[in-house]
Structures are given as C-alpha cells and as structure tokens.
C-alpha cells in the first residue's frame, strides 16, 4: 500500500516562502503522475502543480505560475512543492497525490485522476 507523507507546512507572512515534501513509500518511478492539491475551508480541493515521474512535463494552476516549482527526487522517493511570494489566498491544506495511471495533459490537475493520497500539511500566510 502506497503511503505519502506530506510536511514543511507552516505560517509564513505575505511575500515568504516554504518547501512542501511529500515522502513516498514506495519508488516513485512507479508512479505516472504526482501532484501537490489543495483544499481552502469551504472550498473545492484544487490542483496547484503536477508532474509525469520522468520529469518531461510539469504543470501549473494559473494561480501560482511563476511562484511555485514542483520537483522530484526519484533517489530519495521525494516530490517538494517550493512556494515562493506566498499571498494570503494561498492558505489551505495542502496534499500529495499519485498515479499510476498515465494522466492526459489537459487532466494532470484533476483531483479525480489521483488515487493516493497524503494527510495534509497545513500553510497559512498572513497579509
């Protein structure tokens, strides 16, 4: 059973930065896809970054393009989301997710196209 485990979440002010990491349990170039969502109160878990495990394609929520950068370290079986310019609107929990099925592009930030999940890590910026 596949575990992820997520950290690196915390309080940071407007304009700061943090480093997500998602720790794998399993090798992740036996995943397809991985990818960093999140979920605000009362609002729809979204997708803010994902990439094929191979590293030929990554892809951005129009939200944070520019300021996030997902990676992965295949060695260490360990996807990082590095978040730069936070802004209040960027508060929520965010989650691992992974695929072993081939996402279409157009899909890769569909929440539906993930079956693994982390538990979250919470990120609250403050204005």
């Known amino acids: 059973q596949v575990q992820l485990m997520e950290s690196g979440g915390g309080s940071v002010q407007a304009g700061g930065s943090l480093r997500l990491s998602c720790a794998a349990s399993i090798n992740t170039h036996s995943n397809n896809y991985m990818g960093w969502f999140r979920q605000a109160p009362g609002k729809e878990r979204e997708g803010v970054a994902a990439m094929d495990t191979s590293g030929r394609s990554t892809y951005y929520a129009d939200s944070v393009k520019g300021r996030f950068t997902i990676s992965l370290d295949n060695a260490e079986n360990t996807l990082y989301l590095q978040m730069a310019s936070l802004k209040p609107e960027d508060t929520a929990m965010y989650y691992c997710?992974?695929?072993?099925?081939?996402?279409?592009?157009?899909?890769?930030?569909?929440?539906?196209?993930?079956?693994?999940w982390g538990q979250g890590t919470q990120v609250t910026v403050s204005s």
């Open positions: 997710a992974a695929s072993w099925n081939r996402v279409p592009d157009s899909r890769a930030l569909v929440r539906n196209e993930y079956l693994h």
